[in-house]
Structures are given as structure tokens and as C-alpha cells.
């Protein structure tokens, strides 16, 4: 009979680190060589690139800062909370670029909370928000300057938090550790560290482009930040400027570009004569975003009422229920409206797309700053999004409403003035940083003193 996996949580498309007992195998990486690596095609003084990677892949190598020996392989943990998907979805988009350009390396993402139980980022993520609706001015408050006595200060100390976070180190034996979350960056930066259990070095990668007060200032090794302001932000609060990288919010490198708009929107139904506003809701069932799937269609049949010349395409992610929901309500509709679910090639979808509505979240957002698409934003609610609404709406990439009428006007005033449209298309490319993903993954092998090697070992 198999064996049940243990820790559901591990990211199912990283477990090739793993067996069907879930215990670690140290296997040794393979770079494939093409026929021109072949020794017998080339005078013999030319090294072999493949060969010197996988020797820098498998020799340890002493950290004098730190004082440990990194793994005979080298391995990245991602950690993340599954809060909301944005965080996830930053941790797979860094271990893609890992993929890319180092693909010896064996990258593992993992939410540490989820292998203690399962259900608890959705129990986090329900009493997190609870402030959110209770009293938003203190939540905003909290967000900005942080706490000292809430939920996720208490659980820091924890020995279920700091446990969950060793027993991956432990296991997983990593030469760095990547956050995407604050929580497991600042249980990382507490956590005591010993001669014989000693810790990687850890990088944070926020994913909003406002900074969170509960990221740490001390024991990371790098951050990666959206902007300039939140790199003025961390060193306002100490942090060396040496040790910040504007790099953007990584993204998903996939479907970028891959699919032709009249491939995509002739198998999409769409039709090529109407300009096309997108509406991404996102695929969660609790939480901040939950209001925003009542709003959002209101802001659908507020479309429907308006009878302007559009067609309107709903992203609803993974979340079933809000896809049928959607689906039954529209059914009937004057305006081309097409529900979507889970949709790979989004980033072509956005360059189709004329104008996006969507609440203003760091990886949606990021999204379409990279593809040039100008947004409309739903009401802000506190924290992040208030932030993320705040920084796009200043440099000119996306209009904020506070109700459904007000997203229609929005809309029509973007698609009837060409020039402002034209103006926020310019103003988003300017700010997208598409390769960022890649930057974190290049500069984590750089601080490993591998970059230069693996590089090399897959070129054409």
C-alpha cells in the first residue's frame, strides 16, 4: 500500500527532493551538456563548464561570516505563508528562475505553519483579518508602525513556530533561505542560533509595494524590494544600503508572451472588434479579498447597466465557487461577459486586455505593470492595499474608485481619451520589472559564490 504523504504542504512540484515517504535524498544534481561539451569535440586545454558546476555544486564550502558549512548540494529554501496566494506565488516564480539559470540547484518551497497542521494559514489568515473589518484605522496603523503584542509578535517566540521553521531547515539542509513572507523572516531573525545548529542566510522578498513594519532589520543578508520607497524605508530604519536591491516583485515567467492575442482570443471567444477590460478576483474564500467578490459584481452588472461598447473577461482563479457564482449571475447579460477560472498564459491575456479592474494587490499588480496594462482599482481596503493604491495612483498607472459606478466611469473615461490611455500604458512599463525573479535568483547564487559558473555552464 503507498505511503500517505506526510507534509501535504510541501510544494507537490518540488518534491523531487523527496521520496514517496517523504524522506530527503541527497542526490546529486545533473546539468545536461549538449554535443559541444563533448571532450572529443574540443581542443582538450578547454575546461568543461558542466563539469566546474557540478564541482561547485558539490564541494562544501566555508562561510566565514557565518561560521557553517554549506551542503554538498546546493539547496534554496522558500518559505511563505499561505495567506492569500501572493506569497506562494512569489516563492514558485523564484524557484523557476532558479530553474533557469542554475538548474542543478534543488529549490524547495514550503508554508513552515502548514506542516503542523494544515488548516492553519486559513485560521492565521481568518484571525488576522478580523482588525481588518473591526476597526480598519488600527489595523492601517498597525501595519504601518507594527505591534508588539499582536498575534503574529506572539507567535514568533512560539515553540510550534520556531520548531516548524527548524524542522524544515533541518531536513532540508539548505545553503539559503528565501522569505516571501515577513512571519518566517522574522522567526529566522529570532531564533537562537548554535555552533552545531546553526542557520543559513536568510533573504526577504516582500511582495506589496509598501513595506510591512513587521519585516525584521537585522540577520537578513538581502533584501529585495518593489521600490525605491521601500528601499528608503529599510534604510530609514537602519538597514545598509548595500544590502537593499530594487528588484521588483518576482512575477510568474510563464505564459509571457507565449500565446499570439488572436490565438488567445479566439480560443477564448472574445470578440476582436471591442476593447477588452479584464477583472481579476483572485481565488480566495476568506480574508481581506472576501468582500471584494460581493463588489465585484456589482461592478459587473454597474457594466451591464451601462451598456458602454466592451467586453468584460473575469479571472476568479482557483476559487469554483465564485466561478459558478459568477457564471449563473451573467448568464444573461447585454455586455460580452466571459468567466474564466485558473488562466496560465495571464500575462497575455493582459497585454490583450485594454484596461484591468482588480483590487490592489502586490502580484496582480506587478502583473500588469509588466505587461503595460493600466488599472482601475477597487476600494482600497487598510495596509497593503492602501499602500499598493497609493504608489501606483502616484506614478500615474492606475485610477482609485471607491464604489462600482465610480470603477465604470473609471473605465469609460481610460478607453474614451486615447491619450491618457496611451500616458498609463507608458507610465506602467516604466515602473514593470518583469525579470525580477530572476534578479533574486541570480544575486542568491552570487552570495553563494556560484553565479558565475552555473551561468556559463548553460549557455547555448
Not at 28 to 45: H, K, L, Q, T, V
Not at 78 to 92: D, E, F, I, K, P
Not at 125 to 152: I, N
Request: net charge positive.
Amino acid at each position: 500500500m503507498r505511503r500517505r504523504n506526510r507534509h501535504p504542504a510541501i510544494d507537490a512540484s518540488t518534491a523531487s527532493g523527496y521520496d514517496s515517504s517523504n524522506e530527503l535524498i541527497a542526490k546529486a544534481p545533473r546539468i545536461e551538456a549538449g554535443p559541444e561539451s563533448d571532450p572529443s569535440n574540443r581542443p582538450a586545454e578547454q575546461p568543461d563548464r558542466a563539469q566546474m558546476a557540478r564541482r561547485m555544486l558539490l564541494l562544501p564550502r566555508e562561510s566565514k561570516a557565518h561560521g557553517w558549512i554549506e551542503p554538498r548540494v546546493t539547496r534554496i529554501l522558500v518559505l511563505y505563508l499561505s495567506v492569500g496566494t501572493g506569497h506562494q506565488s512569489a516563492a514558485r516564480s523564484i524557484r523557476s528562475a532558479f530553474g533557469q539559470l542554475a538548474p542543478g540547484v534543488e529549490v524547495l518551497c514550503l508554508d513552515p505553519l502548514a506542516q503542523v497542521w494544515e488548516g492553519f494559514p486559513n485560521l492565521l489568515s481568518t484571525l488576522s483579518a478580523v482588525p481588518l473589518f473591526v476597526a480598519p484605522q488600527l489595523y492601517d496603523r498597525l501595519w504601518r508602525e507594527g505591534e508588539d503584542h499582536g498575534l503574529m509578535s506572539r507567535l514568533v517566540g512560539t515553540d510550534l513556530s520556531q520548531s516548524a521553521v527548524r524542522s524544515a531547515i533541518d531536513r532540508f539542509k539548505p545553503s539559503a533561505v528565501i522569505c516571501t513572507h515577513a512571519f518566517p523572516a522574522r522567526v529566522l531573525t529570532a531564533m537562537p542560533e548554535t555552533r552545531r545548529r546553526p542557520l543559513p542566510p536568510v533573504y526577504a522578498v516582500p511582495t506589496d509595494f509598501g513595506l510591512h513594519a513587521f519585516w525584521p532589520t537585522h540577520g537578513v543578508r538581502r533584501y529585495f524590494v518593489a521600490n525605491e520607497g521601500q528601499r528608503d524605508d529599510l534604510i530609514g530604519r537602519g538597514v545598509s544600503a548595500s544590502r537593499v536591491t530594487v528588484s521588483g516583485i518576482p512575477i510568474s515567467l510563464k505564459g509571457r508572451g507565449d500565446s499570439s492575442p488572436s490565438f488567445l482570443r479566439g480560443r477564448l471567444r472574445m470578440r476582436p472588434n471591442l476593447p477588452l477590460v479584464l477583472l481579476v478576483a483572485g481565488g480566495l474564500h476568506s480574508g481581506p479579498y472576501a468582500a471584494a467578490q460581493l463588489q465585484l459584481l456589482s461592478v459587473l452588472q454597474e457594466f451591464n447597466r451601462a451598456g458602454h461598447r466592451l467586453q468584460l473577461a473575469v479571472v476568479c482563479g482557483r476559487n469554483g465557487f465564485l466561478r459558478r457564482y459568477l457564471r449563473n449571475r451573467t448568464a444573461k447579460f447585454d455586455v460580452p461577459t466571459r468567466i474564466l477560472g485558473y488562466v496560465e498564459e495571464l500575462p497575455s491575456l493582459m497585454k490583450m486586455a485594454s484596461v484591468l479592474v482588480t483590487k490592489p494587490g502586490g502580484l496582480t499588480a506587478a502583473e500588469a505593470l509588466a505587461s503595460g496594462l493600466p488599472m482601475v482599482l477597487l476600494r482600497a481596503g487598510p495596509g497593503q492595499e492602501e499602500a499598493n493604491a497609493r504608489f501606483l495612483s502616484e506614478a500615474g498607472a492606475a485610477l482609485v474608485t471607491e464604489s462600482p459606478d465610480d470603477v465604470v466611469a473609471s473605465v469609460s473615461e481610460v478607453l474614451t481619451h486615447p491619450e491618457q490611455l496611451a500616458r498609463m500604458r507608458a507610465r506602467a512599463l516604466a515602473l514593470g520589472r518583469p525579470d525580477a525573479a530572476w534578479v533574486v535568483a541570480s544575486e542568491v547564487l552570487a552570495g553563494l559564490g556560484r553565479s558565475r559558473v552555473l551561468a556559463q555552464s548553460i549557455q547555448p
